[in-house]
Nanobody, 115 residues
Framework: VQLVESGGGLVQPAGSLRLSCAASGFSFWSYTMTWYRETPGKERESVARIGSAGGAADYVDSVKGRFTISRDNAKNTVYLQMNSLKPEDTAVYYC?????????WGQGTQVTVSS
């Protein structure tokens, strides 16, 4: 089982980034996918979640209207489009796959928002 995040980096405030998480080794299409983020001294926070069939998604209030989660089950990939980035979005972003008691994590990708 692998979840490999990519797309992080350094971006200026108000900029955009698109994170990707490529999955392998499990039935991606049947898993709920969630993007989390973590900063030093804080608990890992759920940012955006999308169900196995796509469609409706949930977001933490702080990113609503700025971030969009999507998935391509044919490519076993989930995305996080991040627009209007703020310094407080700086974190390590992780993708998570969950189905029942099974849960998998990626290694994380650093997003830094700074001028």
């Amino acid at each position: 089982v692998q979840l490999v995040e990519s797309g992080g980096g350094l971006v200026q405030p108000a900029g955009s980034l698109r994170l990707s998480c490529a999955a392998s080794g499990f039935s991606f299409w049947s898993y709920t996918m969630t993007w989390y983020r973590e900063t030093p001294g804080k608990e890992r926070e759920s940012v955006a979640r999308i169900g196995s069939a796509g469609g409706a998604a949930d977001y933490v209030d702080s990113v609503k209207g700025r971030f969009t989660i999507s998935r391509d089950n044919a490519k076993n990939t989930v995305y996080l489009q991040m627009n209007s980035l703020k310094p407080e979005d700086t974190a390590v972003y992780y993708c998570n796959a969950r189905s029942g008691f099974a849960a998998y994590w990626g290694q994380g990708t650093q997003v830094t928002v700074s001028s």
